[in-house]
């Protein structure tokens, strides 16, 4: 696709991979979220060999051409986690972002047949800056996942999962503590103590995922939660 150099790279150290980790290979492919995530952190117990890419404005309709292009340039992954959407919300019609999460969802089963698949789920954000009807953006968000979690249960075969962070990450709880906000001053992306809480997310995601295949979301039980 030609858009290596707007993309950031982010790799583990092996030397600090424990003997398990090292058969495992995990790719994080984004929007800005997973850009900023991957920068200060990469490792992530339970992942393996973790590589980071995030594309900052990126689009659910740049993952396939990037996945394609990652195909071509490292290792195939034992598992892929998918974060897009955010900057899809409210820029397309629900029916349309819909579409493009199942066919890119499923291409990716097509691509990577014996990965496990991980959605992760878009955050909401404090405010959306195209939001015409007070709650549009919040429901759009919500649809859009619930609909990422019926494809990962029913049409990718199996081994695909789903990470919701509603429990620590969201707008509810922004400044819920002395400890600082979740969310950074543009109200869109986490603040540094949110994307610690997000790679911790994803972190213990992956180590339950490992332990346990049958479970579908992380936390456990989650993926019948109405938020």
């Not at 698949?117 to 909401?124: A, C, E, N, P, Y």
């Not at 619930?146 to 049409?155: D, G, I, L, P, S």
Request: one cysteine or more; glycine letters at 10%; aromatic letters at 10%.
């Amino acid at each position: 696709m030609g858009h290596g150099a707007s993309y950031n790279f982010q790799f583990t150290n092996s030397h600090f991979l424990s003997l398990t980790d090292r058969h495992m290979r995990t790719w994080l492919v984004g929007d800005s979220i997973f850009r900023r995530a991957g920068i200060h952190n990469t490792q992530l117990h339970g992942g393996g060999e973790c590589m980071w890419d995030g594309k900052p404005g990126g689009h659910l309709s740049y993952l396939i051409g990037r996945v394609r292009w990652l195909l071509g340039k490292a290792q195939f992954p034992t598992t892929i986690i998918v974060h897009f959407g955010t900057n899809d919300i409210l820029q397309a019609s629900l029916g349309e972002i819909r579409s493009c999460v199942t066919e890119s969802l499923k291409t990716i089963r097509q691509l990577l047949p014996f990965a496990r698949i991980i959605w992760s789920d878009i955050l909401f954000r404090l405010g959306y800056s195209l939001e015409k009807k007070k709650g549009a953006g919040v429901r759009c968000t919500k649809n859009i996942n619930q609909h990422a979690h019926k494809v990962c249960r029913e049409m990718l075969g199996g081994n695909a999962h789903i990470i919701r962070y509603n429990n620590v990450l969201h707008p509810s709880i922004n400044n819920a503590d002395d400890d600082g906000p979740i969310y950074g001053f543009d109200c869109t992306h986490p603040s540094d103590r949110g994307l610690l809480i997000l790679r911790q997310q994803i972190s213990n995601a992956l180590v339950v995922f490992n332990n346990n295949p049958q479970i579908f979301a992380y936390p456990p039980g989650s993926e019948n939660l109405d938020n």
